[in-house]
């Protein structure tokens, strides 16, 4: 017979795994992860081996609260953070995320909008990777892995997608040359391939890599800016010039109708595919038990 105090705790249990307690728990402590990472990487912008280390320190620690929020609260396995599927799906994000951007730098070259003025040494490449760490792992962890996954087990997965988009687009609005239109433009390229992205392979190694990849050959190798940020220099001195709507702008390339197109076709190709996998959550109330 069940005693009273394993009821009580059966009971707060319950509480605790309501969707919107989840998000809160798990999504609070993620969200703070990210402003005091950019506030360490920004105190060590003169040492680049100094931010790298508070980037990495700062994913390990959300990496530490993820987990233990998902054996301890939910009581189940971090199945999305398997490690059997990490070296592959990883993998394929850096080069896809990698390939985007230098795809959109690539038409803008044959329309004539964008050239090389020179280069820069190649250790201005090493600051960018604290960026792509915190980026990739931080918002990955807090966009896919606790608003995407808590909202699709609860509404189903059409209804993650364009709520988690959504959010993910407009928190870029608090960057210093922010849009309306680059947050809209965010919310459905980027949004539509990272959940994908997640969907197809049920696991965050993808995800991971392609935000990191985008944001690191965005800002180390083309020297561009990043999601409405502060330029900083990269290896290549570029030159950008034309309508905003095919470059940019002061936002940078995400705000183009070029990654737009580029980003949302592999989006909508990555969502197909886990469609046929049969990776779709319905909402809970079609759910079976």
Not at 57 to 62: G, H, Q, Y
Not at 125 to 147: D, K, Q, T, V, Y
Not at 208 to 231: C, D, E, K, R
Request: glycine share 10%.
């Amino acid at each position: 017979m069940m005693n009273e105090d394993s009821t009580e705790t059966s009971v707060w249990l319950r509480i605790l795994q309501f969707p919107l307690i989840r998000l809160v728990l798990l999504g609070a402590p993620l969200f703070l992860c990210i402003p005091f990472s950019n506030t360490y990487m920004e105190e060590n912008k003169g040492s680049a081996v100094a931010a790298i280390v508070a980037a990495t320190a700062m994913a390990a620690l959300a990496m530490c609260i993820y987990f233990g929020f998902v054996r301890w609260i939910e009581r189940r396995e971090v199945k999305e953070l398997s490690l059997s599927g990490m070296p592959k799906e990883l993998g394929i994000g850096l080069l896809v995320g990698a390939g985007l951007y230098s795809g959109c730098m690539l038409i803008l070259f044959l329309l004539g909008m964008f050239r090389i003025d020179g280069f820069n040494p190649v250790s201005t490449m090493l600051p960018a990777i604290a960026l792509a760490i915190s980026s990739g792992f931080l918002e990955e962890l807090l966009f896919r892995g606790a608003l995407f996954r808590i909202v699709e087990e609860w509404l189903g997965s059409w209804v993650s997608i364009i709520i988690s988009s959504a959010v993910f687009g407009l928190t870029h609005l608090a960057n210093p040359d922010a849009t309306l239109t680059g947050a809209l433009f965010i919310s459905v390229e980027a949004g539509l391939l990272l959940a994908a992205a997640y969907m197809l392979t049920r696991r965050l190694w993808m995800s991971i890599g392609f935000h990191m990849a985008w944001n690191y050959t965005q800002s180390a190798v083309f020297g561009g800016i990043v999601s409405g940020g502060v330029a900083e220099p990269g290896l290549i001195k570029p030159v950008l010039e034309g309508p905003v709507l095919l470059t940019g702008g002061n936002f940078g390339v995400e705000a183009s109708l070029t990654a737009f197109l580029l980003c949302t076709v592999t989006g909508v190709i990555l969502l197909v595919m886990a469609k046929r996998r049969g990776h779709i959550v319905p909402p809970f109330w079609q759910q079976k038990n």
